[in-house]
């Protein structure tokens, strides 16, 4: 955690009375990166609301592969050679292991991110016939997913509040990205030969898939408050500040 020190004192020297966050996770790494605790309220994401309310869940028909280039965060560490290579062997057999499936596959590109590894070479490679879009609304891909698999993204818990079931191929060994797998609401590719039986696990395992539901469940409850009423409570605790001045 050292090696975030700047982070965090560039952090606790933003003026604020008050920092608004989703949950008890983001409300842990604010306190950890030097926000003082009692100005922190838990409001939810109204940026969520629709997806809790409004987005219909429509047939499952395909797999949705998300891709993007790896975290900014951790820019420095991707300079390396080597380290590029891993997450290429990974992608690789991501796209290696949907060959082998029966399944209808859409990428969805990042809009606006240069890819470390292009996707689409990948694609023209293994997965010729596959649909490849960049400015298609994300929500309505998720909605209409079977299985989403992406690396560490906020479209993950996207995905969690639209009740999918998500693999995440792992390129980074110390991640502090939010805890999908320690509530078990994902599944992991930790080394690039397990991804076709993840895959699978994730696909057409019931157990597996059960277990995955459950875990969706305690992600949203233990991570993300106000689920579909965050812009309500926001305006309420906004109110209530301006009250008290």
């Known amino acids: 955690m050292e090696k975030y020190s700047n982070h965090r004192k560039f ?4 003026i604020a009375d008050k920092f608004f966050v989703y949950g008890n996770y983001s409300k842990k790494h604010s306190i950890c990166d030097g926000i003082p605790e009692e100005q922190l309220v838990i409001s939810g994401c109204g940026r969520y609301d629709i997806l809790f309310n409004d987005i219909e869940k429509t047939e499952e028909k395909y797999i949705l592969l998300l891709s993007t280039r790896m975290p900014k965060s951790k820019f420095s560490y991707f300079l390396s050679n080597s380290v ?3 997450w290429e062997k990974m992608l690789t057999s991501v796209f290696v292991a949907l060959e082998e499936l029966n399944e209808d596959v859409i990428i969805k590109r990042h809009p606006t991110a240069i890819e470390d590894i292009d996707s689409q070479v990948l694609a023209k490679k293994f997965l010729p016939d ?4 960049k400015n298609k609304n994300t929500y309505n891909l998720l909605s209409k997913a079977k299985l989403i698999i992406s690396p560490n993204s906020s ?5 969690i509040i639209l009740d999918k079931p998500v693999v995440i191929p792992r390129y980074i060994n110390d ?7 320690a509530t078990n609401s994902v599944l992991t590719i930790d080394k690039p030969e397990d991804a076709l039986s993840v895959i699978k696990k994730a ?3 019931d157990k597996v898939k059960a277990q995955l539901k459950i875990g969706r469940e305690q ?3 233990e991570n993300l408050e106000y689920g579909g009423k965050a ?3 926001t305006l309420e605790l906004i109110k209530d500040i301006l009250k008290s001045d």
Do not use: H, N
């Open 11 to 14: 952090l606790s020297q933003l």
């Open 84 to 86: 590029i290579l891993e």
């Open 130 to 133: 596959v649909k490849i879009y």
């Open 155 to 159: 479209v993950i818990t996207e995905a």
């Open 175 to 181: 991640d502090f990205g939010p805890p999908y797998a």
């Open 203 to 205: 696909l057409y395992d």
């Open 219 to 221: 992600f949203i409850k």
């Open 231 to 233: 812009t309500e409570k």
